[in-house]
């Protein structure tokens, strides 16, 4: 918040040099944690697509939600790398197989071990987009439908830049 207002007073006062000061400040907030690194590192080993060129968007829903993968600039390829990774990851969480996330993630990731007891109580339908996929998530069980949340914040936090929650 406190660099919104640097660049709100900045930008009023049409001052070059504040708007330089508060530019550090603002690049410092938007850089990776030392746990979204390695966590993009860990990120790399698990997901064929270039994280820097796709975008990861979790939309949490009233019976559990949506992941998506998409390209930022359409290329056929990173398109081609995100379906085929997606695909496996539906298929893998249906059958209760949650090992990619955790070792990107860590074991203790929230909502985690509870996506894994109640897999086989979670609907888990993988589907192509326009510029990549989603796995879409549905369940009656509230604990799993917040268990779904739960992992989805985590892996927005986890992630950084290279994810967004959107609302339903």
């Not at 949506?66 to 997606?86: E, N, T, W, Y």
Request: aromatic letters at 6%; proline letters at 5%; charged letters at 15%.
């Amino acid at each position: 918040m406190k660099h919104n207002h640097l660049l709100a007073a900045a930008l009023a006062a049409g001052s070059l040099a504040m708007l330089l000061a508060a530019l550090p400040a603002f690049a410092d907030s938007t850089a990776p944690s030392a746990h979204q690194a390695n966590v993009e590192q860990r990120s790399a080993t698990v997901m064929p697509f270039d994280m820097n060129r796709t975008m990861h968007v979790f939309t949490p829903t009233r019976g559990g939600g949506v992941q998506s993968v998409i390209s930022h600039d359409g290329d056929p390829h990173q398109i081609a790398l995100i379906r085929l990774h997606l695909r496996k990851e539906a298929g893998a969480f249906a059958r209760g197989d949650f090992a990619d996330p955790a070792s990107i993630h860590g074991n203790n990731m929230p909502g985690l071990a509870r996506l894994r007891a109640g897999a086989r109580h979670i609907a888990i339908n993988y589907a192509d987009t326009a510029n990549g996929a989603r796995i879409t998530y549905k369940t009656s069980d509230p604990t799993l439908i917040a268990a779904i949340h739960d992992w989805f914040a985590a892996q927005v936090s986890d992630h950084g830049a290279h994810a967004m929650m959107m609302d339903h």
